[in-house]
């Protein structure tokens, strides 16, 4: 006797759930995603894209790269000094490296 009772509520239910969805309103016209093309804006600067902060030689200096003339390559100076086995300074990388600026101190 009570499934007869709950009967009607269950069809509630069920057709409150099975109800269809309004269809979804066409855009007025198609153009690119708003993340492809962002608006700009006079008051807020540019911000560079991370990684983008290459020197002339193509090091990136954000992620922690210079440039090393003895190996003529990017390097890491912590990463040269372990293999290398010098000591992990600023000085110690541009002696290494025999950048200009450390035989002028």
């Not at 069809?11 to 855009?27: F, H, I, K």
């Not at 990684?51 to 030689?57: A, L, P, V, Y």
């Amino acid at each position: 006797m009570t499934l007869l009772r709950m009967s009607p509520l269950l069809l509630v239910l069920l057709a409150a759930c099975s109800a269809p969805e309004p269809p979804a309103a066409a855009p007025a016209q198609q153009s690119a995603p708003a993340a492809a093309n962002p608006p700009q804006r006079a008051d807020v600067p540019e911000v560079p894209m991370p990684g983008s902060d290459r020197d002339s030689h193509g090091c990136i200096g954000s992620a922690g790269y210079r440039w090393c003339s003895k190996t003529q390559q990017c390097e890491r100076p912590w990463e040269l000094a372990k293999q290398q086995g010098f000591d992990n300074t600023s000085d110690a990388f541009d002696q290494y490296c025999g950048m200009p600026d450390a035989t002028s101190s």
